[in-house]
Nanobody, 123 residues
């Protein structure tokens, strides 16, 4: 069993930056790829970014490429999402989860979701 806790969300102005953290407790998640998803009000949860076991391979949604960077520190059992040049369309609850099935951008490929952290970008 893996328990994930997201943190780092908050309120930021357009153009600002935030760094989200996804910390694992319980069984270490260095044996898993990890993904970030987000859910805006009234919309379905969507893929944002993912990182493989080693951290060498990363994957991004087109909407965040060039602005967001996913990384991991396996010694700290933590995955990060650095978000730059934020805009109001990035406002959402951000979730992390471990990948347990094939496919990096499908919700069904992930399990052990965290509780989410709210990111609000003001215009």
């Amino acid at each position: 069993q893996v328990q994930l806790v997201e943190s780092g969300g908050g309120l930021v102005q357009t153009g600002g930056s935030l760094r989200l953290s996804c910390a694992a407790t319980g069984r270490t998640f260095r044996f898993y790829a990890v993904g970030w998803f987000r859910q805006a009000p009234g919309k379905e949860r969507k893929f944002v970014a993912a990182i493989d076991l080693s951290g060498r391979s990363t994957y991004y949604a087109d909407s965040v490429k060039g602005r967001f960077t996913i990384s991991r520190d396996n010694a700290k059992n933590t995955v990060y999402l650095q978000m730059n040049t934020l805009n109001p369309e990035d406002t959402a609850v951000y979730y992390c989860a471990v990948k347990t099935r094939s496919g990096y951008d499908a919700q069904d490929s992930y399990a052990y979701w965290g509780q989410g952290t709210q990111v609000t970008v003001s215009s």
